[in-house]
């Protein structure tokens, strides 16, 4: 909005001419989005906390610990986050990007998603809320709908191929199919981060750190100098999805400050499925879905422990691992709520280290 209000004025006006560059309204983006939470997050966690009757729901089969120290904390806490994302995004980005919008429309759909199973578990005091089907149904609708529309805005081949890193001109085409391509990549990231959130602040840094490494991929790919440069597809428009994920950044950061240990709120159903969403639409829009799963490969490794989980107890009737997903495990074998969350953003730090190096290594 702010910038298509002084672009039109930028060449009269030296000072307006800064709202031309990604830059600037990228950290612009990432700066509003952090202060609307650090203003705000107090009034919104109050508010949680008058219509949900001893917090978010514990599941009993969970670690016996939590059924002491995170009682009576408010979830639904996302809708922090997705207040401070799109309003943010809103401001700052370019409204007439088709991109733009196809992300936040599977940001705030799957966000509402979330809302929607997190108020029917602290209204009716259990751990069920949507039901599976339900879920998947709704992230398949919005995924397909979000992927046919970022496809449909694609140049050329790029629009039905999916791009492998490492090497440059190796692109696998999928045609028509493409659109169910990019709905499973939202669908997996969208319930990875989903299993994640288990722990205070566990899947929240680690989806900042994803996203600034998709902040600097979508500038980079949506410059065609940098992209002929670093030898990667160039994309049109996703220049204005480094001011969405900054955005991202700084809501993600202001929810920190009020998750960290002990967390005064959950992010719920309505933070992790909305977020996890967020990456995977920007790894389609980007054209480096690839890279998402390593980048993101924190969040891939907490989602096939549940599945290695099930798939083995179902066949034989043992467990794998004490507990899934994974830093349940780990809490089961005694390691301190602290230790496990650092270690796995140390992870998450080193795997986005190494998606990064996949924009260089050709």
Known sequence: MIYNFLAPYADQFQLFNLARYHTFRAGAAAMTALFICLVFGSSIIRWLRSFQRGGQPIREE??????????????????MILGALAVSTLLWADLRSGMVWAVLIVTVGYGALGFADDWLKVTKRNTKGVSGRMKLAVQAGLGL??????????????????????FKELLIPFGLLFPLVGMLVMMGASNAVNLTDGLDG??????????AVFALIAYLVGNRIFADYLQVHYVPGTGELAVFAAALIGAALGFLWFNAPPAAVFMGDTGSLALGGALGALAVATKHEIVLAIVGGLFVVETVSVIVQVFWFKRTGRRVFLMAPLHHHFEKKGWAEATIVIRFWIIAMILALVGLSTLKIR
């Not at 566990?202 to 996203?211: C, E, F, K, Q, R």
């Open 145 to 166: 709908f979000a992927a046919t529309w970022i496809t449909w805005l694609m140049p050329g081949p790029l629009a039905t191929t999916l791009a492998v890193p490492v």
């Open 62 to 79: 969970g670690p016996e610990r939590h059924l002491i120290e995170k009682k009576g904390t408010p979830t639904m806490g996302g809708v």
């Open 202 to 211: 566990l899947a929240i840094v680690p989806v900042m750190i994803a996203a």
